[in-house]
């Protein structure tokens, strides 16, 4: 986030002619509150929703007519920094307000959750990770970041880069998955896709990393849950993305909702001060997450109003998202000398500067021109969602190679979910519309000529014999579209039951008596429970929520006219109570075995069913001759791989370590790189890494980082559970 000489005089000027109350206004976020329109609170009528006394559409239709409360008095005296608004003529009316009206002039910041994608919705991120392709990572960012820009968003509240190991917990669909070194690529991409191209305002938006820290940990997997962790686990694996980010130049960061060991992140000055801002060197300004100033009350952890806002702000809060603490209590704290101008003043610069550098200053207002830009989508925008949507895909099981499909074959295309267009787009989509959304039914419809389409049944509800036995009559194959609805995974959709919901194992089974050859295509947002699957339905497509273009990708994988390449980002369990399970844990003094004393179930397979890494594709690739060695400064590793199918495919060659024995126990194979690679049938590459030897250490629990000479194994292959392995000693 570089400023020129000029913009930092700027903001000097504007500091010191800033009153308190304008200074805190400039900490305060606000979303336009609902005040009416309808007999009962708020709280209330989402309570109704949740609880179905009234249907999601009534919903719908009372919000339509709801009166709200933009807060146009307080942007008018300079009490509102930022904003969650997504339509452009009303962020345009709103900034009027706050350049021509309030005293200073000070443009708003308009921020959204834009989390995969804005009018454009791309695979959800756990699925994109799993392209291992961070030039389409890097691709997708800049072109939802084009996108909400035109509509004055100029704010993405993302990436979330929680590393996440527990399946159950509803938010691993949000971000990367388990691994920080995928994580954090993943990050890396994501923030020079928000922000780099700075050619025009226009192109390019504020990233904000979310949600530091240690959020993916709750126990149980259960959202909002305390989080408790050793260090050394905290510094080399959850932090890990973060200080990737932020290297990368993200410009601002939201707090977690969670305490890390006893403190709530959000009035934690050891991870906001010491780590992030003093450590990490980062920049820009944090934010907390919604209402998370006030929770800290019910944490435990704050007495009142008055004490979470000066704890928030003191321990490097520079923004408070919806409770208006700060805006109504931080004068008084400052004027009584709690809370010193110093505090107030540094969050003012870091937001200011953030304002500066997006060219809100300059540029405050959407253009007519740019509103109308992508009434209807450009064809670059559906092209890139389509390749993002292939690439993301991941080929379970092949049984007999059924897949790919003959083209001229009678398909029986089952299940509600193939069918709607909602379902495709996934949790946290903002402002997709149904017109430029293709279901799976409309995707196949287009690549196989003779696709009949029986719903049969879906997540919820229940199955309809007749057409389940249609279905069996017509085809000389089934493709079942079963999973999970979008609003069974994001935020506050943890799931204490992760296979398949509903009567929809069921409705496998007689599809399977049905005689015909079934294909399962996955539609769900976190790694399901897929033994009986996994044993019974000779064929299994992980198509996640895919976004507006998932119809034509699962069809052309199912045809063959893409080969499937999506590897997984986090690992699939068994069953629901192995969670939380990932592939690089510590070996423990009895790694578990057949033998009874070991760590195991006894009523669970070891490991996971699908690991990390895992996928397949319609060809094969043969790995040999895996040659490490160490130079002075890194360790050259290379490997031949070949596809030994007949057709042409891609393959994310893996690479992992283990530090065989160290003063801290480390996982049993850490990832360090990966590279994709595409080969045509019978070719074959070398594929080489070289690992730098200081990113071999690691850091203990006083965030000292070590690196110790000794024995290293090196790991290249298919996935973390299939690799060659050859042992180095290394000296440091
Ligand atoms: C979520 C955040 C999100 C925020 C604003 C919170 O409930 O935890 O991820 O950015 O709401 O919508």
Redesign the pocket.
Same mark, same amino acid.
């Given at each position: 986030m570089k400023l020129t000489e000029e913009q930092k005089k700027r903001i000097e000027e504007l500091l010191s002619q800033m009153t308190l109350e304008e200074k805190i206004g400039q900490m305060n976020q606000e979303?336009p509150s609902i005040v009416g329109g309808f007999d009962v609170p708020f709280e209330e009528l989402i309570e109704m929703m949740t609880d179905g006394r009234i249907s999601k559409e009534e919903f719908g239709r009372i919000m339509a007519d709801a009166k709200q409360d933009y807060h146009e008095d307080d942007i008018r005296k300079g009490l509102v920094g930022s904003l =969650?608004v997504q339509d452009p003529v009303k962020v345009n009316e709103l900034q009027k307000i706050a350049i021509e009206e309030s005293r200073l002039g000070i443009p708003i910041i308009f921020g959204? /959750?834009v989390i995969h994608g804005f009018r454009s919705v791309y695979p959800i991120a756990i699925a994109e990770a799993g392209s291992f392709d961070t030039d389409l990572m890097e691709r997708t960012a800049a072109m939802a970041a084009k996108e909400s820009r035109a509509a004055g968003v100029a704010w993405h +509240?993302a990436p =979330?880069v929680d590393v996440a190991r527990d399946a159950r917990w509803g938010?691993v669909s *949000?971000g990367p998955g388990e691994d920080p070194y995928l994580g954090s690529q993943f990050a890396r991409a994501k923030i020079r896709g928000l922000q780099n191209d700075q050619s025009s305002p226009e192109n390019y938006v504020a990233a904000?990393l979310?949600?530091y820290v240690g959020y993916g940990a709750c126990e149980s997997g259960r959202d909002y849950n305390t989080v408790s962790m050793a260090m050394h686990v905290f510094y080399n694996n959850y932090l890990k993305p973060f200080e990737a980010a932020v290297d990368e130049g993200a410009c601002t960061v =939201?707090a977690a +909702?969670n305490d890390l060991n006893g403190k709530p992140c959000t009035v934690n000055k050891f991870l906001l001060r010491d780590i992030l801002k003093d450590s990490l060197g980062f920049p820009g300004f944090v934010v907390s /997450?919604?209402?998370a100033i006030r929770e800290c009350i019910v944490h435990g952890a704050c007495e009142d109003d008055m004490d979470a806002g000066i704890q928030a702000a003191q321990a490097g809060m520079d923004m408070d =998202?919806g409770t208006e603490i700060y805006v109504k209590n931080l004068k008084e704290a400052v004027e009584s000398g709690k809370l010193s101008m110093e505090v107030i003043d540094e969050a003012v610069r870091r937001i200011l500067s953030v304002k500066m550098w997006l060219g809100l200053f300059d540029h405050p207002y959407v253009t007519e021109e740019a509103m109308k830009r992508y009434e209807t989508l450009p064809v670059e925008h559906t092209d890139l969602a389509r390749e993002a949507a292939e690439k993301s895909i991941v080929l379970l099981k092949n049984e007999g190679n059924i897949l790919p499909l003959d083209k001229n074959a009678k398909i029986s295309l089952v299940g509600s979910l193939a069918d709607n267009k909602e379902e495709i787009i996934g949790a946290?989509a903002m402002s997709w519309q149904e017109k430029d959304c293709v279901t799976i039914l409309d995707g196949m419809k287009e690549e196989f000529p003779n696709v009949r389409y029986f719903e049969c049944g879906g997540p919820e509800g229940d199955l309809n014999m007749n057409e389940i036995l249609a279905a069996g009559d017509y085809g000389d194959v089934i493709v079942a579209v079963l999973g999970e609805l979008v609003s069974m995974s994001g *935020?506050a959709s943890s799931k204490a039951d992760i296979t398949i919901p509903g009567r929809q194992r069921e409705l496998l089974e007689m599809l399977l008596t049905t005689g015909r050859p079934v294909v399962l295509v996955l539609m769900n947002g976190r790694p399901l429970a897929l033994s009986w699957e996994s044993q019974f339905v000779p064929a299994i497509v992980e198509g996640w929520h895919l976004g507006i273009q998932m119809g034509p990708a699962v069809a052309h994988v199912l045809s063959g006219a893409v080969n499937p390449e999506g590897r997984l980002s986090s690992s699939f369990p068994a069953m629901t109570g192995q969670c939380p399970v990932y592939y690089n844990h510590p070996n423990t003094g009895r790694p578990g075995s057949k033998s009874k004393f070991t760590s195991r179930y006894l009523d669970a397979p070891l490991g996971a069913l699908y690991p990390f890494g895992y996928g397949l594709s319609y060809t094969t690739f043969e790995y040999s001759d895996l040659q490490v060695k160490e130079t002075e400064d890194t360790v050259e590793a290379c490997i031949k791989v070949k596809n030994t199918g007949d057709r042409s495919g891609k393959e994310t060659v893996q690479f992992y370590m283990q530090d065989v024995a160290a003063s801290l126990v480390r996982p049993v194979k850490e990832m360090k790189g990966f590279e994709k690679i595409s080969l045509e049938a019978g070719e074959e590459k070398t594929v080489s890494f070289s690992l730098a030897k200081k990113d071999m250490g690691f850091y203990d629990n006083e965030r000292t980082y070590r690196l110790e000479d000794g024995k290293f194994r090196i790991f290249i292959g298919k996935s973390s559970v299939d690799c060659l392995m050859q042992e180095i000693e290394v000296q440091f």
């Open positions: 979303s =969650m959204l /959750d +509240f =979330m938010r *949000e904000c979310k949600h =939201m +909702f /997450d919604a209402n =998202m946290w *935020e």
